[in-house]
């Protein structure tokens, strides 16, 4: 069957340090992954993509890498600060589940100060 | 701009009773979609529209309908709400065309709460 696994215990850890936070995936043709911030009681809000031929991506503070072969993404935030806390979400788009995007549970992230 | 607006924040139904939630967008996207979020389960989609007049199911769309009224406007309906409908309800919007596999960036609204006892 095809699943989209995000660790769904929070991930804790101190202002500064970077903080990686993993989607696996199987069973899936990918076209491209996508990350999502949700802050509480709010709607999911877009961060990056990550297409299928591309190995990495950056955008300011946040990393995402995307291993057809181990068939992972890691996203990364470095210089994490409390104000990156929050669930994020992974979301993938693939050949092989109809004109979906289907998602991940999403990994809630707490950084201390 | 507003964005991606969902009507209303907060329903509490009985079990049997009908409503509809509403959503509009102003980014003049062509495609809208409903998902609901359940603790542990993540985002669910319901429902899609990829063009103003057409409709088609997601993973989960028993026990609810759509319409896609204009190309602002998806609107959700449960025509006899059950206590597993209990749930959160997201609307989102992206400028994908039909039928094609683009970049879908989703633009979500602020979701309802909904409660069914």
């Known amino acids: 069957s095809q699943k989209i696994e995000q660790n769904s215990e929070a991930l804790n850890i101190q202002e500064g340090k970077t903080a990686t936070l993993t989607c696996n995936y199987t069973n899936y043709s990918p076209a491209y992954l996508q990350w999502y911030r949700q802050d509480p009681g709010r709607g999911p809000v877009f961060l990056l993509l990550?297409?299928?031929?591309?190995k990495e991506k950056r955008k300011e503070r946040l990393k995402v890498t995307f291993d057809t072969t181990l068939k992972q993404s890691l996203f990364h935030i470095t210089a994490s600060q409390p104000a990156d806390s929050a669930t994020y979400l992974c979301?993938?788009?693939?050949?092989?589940?109809?004109?979906?995007?289907?998602f991940g549970g999403g990994t809630r992230l707490m950084v201390k100060p | 701009n507003a964005g991606v607006t969902q009507t209303p924040k907060f329903q509490v139904l009985k079990t049997g009773q009908s409503m509809t939630l509403q959503c509009a967008q102003d980014?003049?996207?062509?495609?809208m979609y409903w998902y609901r979020q359940d603790p542990g389960m993540g985002l669910r989609l319901i429902y899609y529209?990829?063009?103003?007049?057409?409709?088609d199911k997601g993973e989960v769309p028993n026990g609810y309908n759509v319409s896609r009224l204009n190309k602002r406007e998806f609107s959700l309906r449960l025509e006899s709400a059950a206590p597993s409908q209990t749930s959160v309800y997201f609307c989102?919007?992206?400028?994908?065309?039909?039928?094609?596999?683009?970049?879908?960036?989703?633009?979500f609204g602020p979701g309802t709460r909904l409660t069914v006892l």
């Open positions: 979301a993938l788009r693939s050949y092989n589940a109809g004109n979906m995007l289907t």
């Open positions: 990550i297409r299928e031929n591309e």
């Open positions: 989102a919007s992206s400028a994908l065309a039909g039928g094609r596999v683009g970049t879908d960036t989703q633009y």
């Open positions: 529209s990829a063009s103003e007049g057409t409709t």
């Open positions: 980014m003049n996207h062509n495609s």
